[in-house]
């Protein structure tokens, strides 16, 4: 890890230890077992997300064609957000590529890592796709691309978005308006609100990956913060309900107990039952799709669903109103 990088986590650490309730950042579940948990995580019979969006990807590829409203006339780029292995966008890459379309592939990601493994795998399975990977910060390389000439359509798959805040999602909108051009489109995955019985199992599977996951963050304090976190004094603990539409994921102390972080020098004090807030997963539908976008130049133009209506594509195109 580089330093800035270690002294941000230094200080994230610090800051969400010391806060009332305790917090940690989502984003430092993904070290390099981090995602090999979340690999595992998408194959697991619970998780329905990533399968349920797979077969938007798989069944109805010439749908979403169609409603991006291109033509094999005129270039795009085809830019997503945290692509990881592309499973998903393939589908769609084939497709594209056998009807002839023109096209540049932009997979932007904070990981070089994730971003080789996609360009081999895309050199040996679509080797006609022109494959640019970009490393870095999303916004950044965006603002990099916003004077080419060619249309963007930019991807963001998974429900990655449902990992901020409405507040948060809704500034992400409005600076992902503004490096976009009027012809330009998102194309936004997100899971969609449903019943708990579905929902919490996703996030609490029997195999207990998900629990390995979410107690990697302390096993990750650990290695690289030189903590003391006794890991079977923590118990993964998800929680939903229908009415918020948000699934959170805690880690709950088990005992009264204390744990000392070397690199900062300082001890934390965690009461039996104290929880620690890691993650929230937020469920959409179409008036909070709105919301967050209110502020912001882009507006629905239509949308794709599985066969379970568990998980919707949105398409969203630059309004013409701001
Ligand atoms: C990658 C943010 C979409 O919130 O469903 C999976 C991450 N966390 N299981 C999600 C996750 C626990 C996932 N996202």
Redesign the pocket.
């Known amino acids: 890890m580089q330093s800035s990088m270690l002294e941000q986590f230094k200080k994230d650490v610090m800051e969400g230890l010391s806060a009332k309730p305790k917090r940690l950042p989502?984003k430092y579940?993904y070290d390099q077992r981090g995602d090999e948990l979340?690999v595992q995580?998408?194959h697991l019979p619970e998780?329905y997300?990533t399968r349920a969006e797979h077969e938007i990807f798989r069944e109805q590829t010439e749908n979403i064609i169609q409603e991006l409203g291109i033509s094999p006339e005129k270039h795009f780029e085809l830019i997503e957000l945290?692509a990881g292995d592309g499973t998903k966008t393939k589908e769609l890459l084939a497709k594209l590529t056998a009807n002839g379309f023109s096209y540049d592939y932009l997979p932007i990601d904070i990981s070089q890592n994730a971003l080789n493994g996609l360009k081999d795998s895309l050199a040996i399975e679509l080797p006609d796709v022109c494959c640019r990977p970009k490393q870095g910060d999303y916004f950044e390389v965006l603002e990099s691309l916003k004077n080419g000439k060619h249309q963007k359509i930019v991807l963001f798959l998974?429900?990655?978005?449902?990992?901020l805040s409405d507040e948060r999602a809704a500034d992400f909108m409005n600076e992902l308006g503004k490096t976009l051009n009027p012809d330009d489109i998102l194309f936004l995955g997100v899971?969609i609100i449903k019943d708990e019985s579905i929902v919490l199992p996703?996030?609490n599977d029997s195999a207990g990956v998900?629990r390995a996951?979410?107690l990697n963050l302390l096993e990750r304090i650990n290695r690289e913060l030189d903590a003391n976190f006794n890991i079977e004094n923590f118990e993964h603990a998800?929680e939903y309900t229908v009415e918020s539409g948000v699934?959170k994921?805690f880690l709950k102390s088990l005992e009264n107990q204390s744990v000392y972080i070397r690199s900062i020098d300082r001890e934390f004090h965690f009461e039996k039952g104290e929880k620690i807030h890691t993650?929230?997963?937020?469920k959409y539908n179409d008036e909070i799709i709105e919301k967050i976008t209110e502020n912001a130049p882009l507006e629905i133009s239509s949308k794709l669903s599985d066969s379970n209506n568990y998980f919707t594509d949105y398409i969203l195109r630059i309004s013409n109103h701001f």
């Open positions: 989502s579940f979340f995580i998408m998780y997300l945290g998974g429900s990655n978005i449902g990992n899971d996703a996030y998900t996951f979410n998800p699934a994921s993650e929230v997963s937020r």
